[in-house]
Nanobody
């Protein structure tokens, strides 16, 4: 069973950048498609980005396209979310998740394994 731990959240000014990391335990990390989701207080969790198990294909929600980049290093069992040009609306708890299958996977209900989340705060 894979376990996920996110890190890299913090406080940044609007226009700034954050880099989130999600490190997985277990030797089967490379067989999972990985995704990032976010959730603001009182709102539903929403899809942000996903990457195929091989890293060869990515997909983003429209609001972050061109600003965020998802990548993975299977040798390090880690997936990243580089967030640039941050806006106050990007301030959420960010979760990484793992889904079996070829991917990319955008539906949160196809993700079986979730991290505990990391907070990203953007000041205006």
């Amino acid at each position: 069973q894979v376990q996920l731990v996110e890190s890299g959240g913090g406080l940044v000014q609007a226009g700034g950048s954050l880099r989130l990391s999600c490190t997985a335990s277990g030797r089967t990390f490379s067989s999972y498609s990985m995704g990032w989701f976010r959730q603001a207080p009182g709102k539903e969790r929403e899809f942000v980005a996903t990457i195929r198990w091989s890293g060869g294909s990515t997909y983003y929600t429209a609001s972050v396209k061109g600003r965020f980049t998802i990548s993975r290093d299977n040798a390090k069992n880690t997936v990243y979310l580089e967030m640039n040009s941050l806006k106050p609306g990007d301030a959420d708890i960010y979760y990484c998740a793992a889904a079996g299958g070829y991917g990319p996977v955008t539906n949160q209900y196809e993700y079986a394994i979730w991290g505990q989340g990391t907070q990203g705060t953007v000041s205006s």
